[in-house]
């Protein structure tokens, strides 16, 4: 069985900064593109950023030049470094892996369970 567990999220001022962090663990053969998700209240979940395994990022364009997406392939983590938070980053963020299960021999997507941010003064 596969899991992807968040680091805690948390309450954030204007212009703080935060790290979060995701590892998968499990029946793992292989991870490919990790990401981070994100959904406020009353909106569509939306792609923040994502790497592949050979390290190649895409941002949103609202996160462009604020968050850093990295990864540790060794550990199958992935990290967000989230500067100059604003209120409208406020939302539930999610962890995305897609990975092939060792067991079952399959790909799929998995995610985290999601973790809170809240940027707030």
């Known amino acids: 069985q596969v899991q992807l567990v968040e680091s805690e999220g948390g309450l954030v001022q204007p212009g703080g900064s935060l790290r979060l962090s995701c590892a998968a663990s499990g029946s793992i053969l292989r991870v490919n593109a990790m990401g981070w998700y994100r959904q406020a209240p009353g909106k569509q979940r939306e792609l923040v950023a994502a790497?592949?395994?050979?390290?190649?990022?895409n941002y949103a364009d609202s996160v462009k030049g604020r968050f850093t997406i990295s990864r540790d392939s060794a550990k199958n983590s992935v990290y967000l470094q989230m500067n100059s938070l604003k209120p409208e980053d406020t939302a539930v963020y999610y962890c995305n892996a897609d990975l092939w299960d060792r067991t079952r021999v399959t790909r799929g997507a998995y995610w985290g369970q999601g973790t809170q941010v809240t940027v707030s003064s």
């Open positions: 790497i592949t395994s050979g390290g190649n990022t």
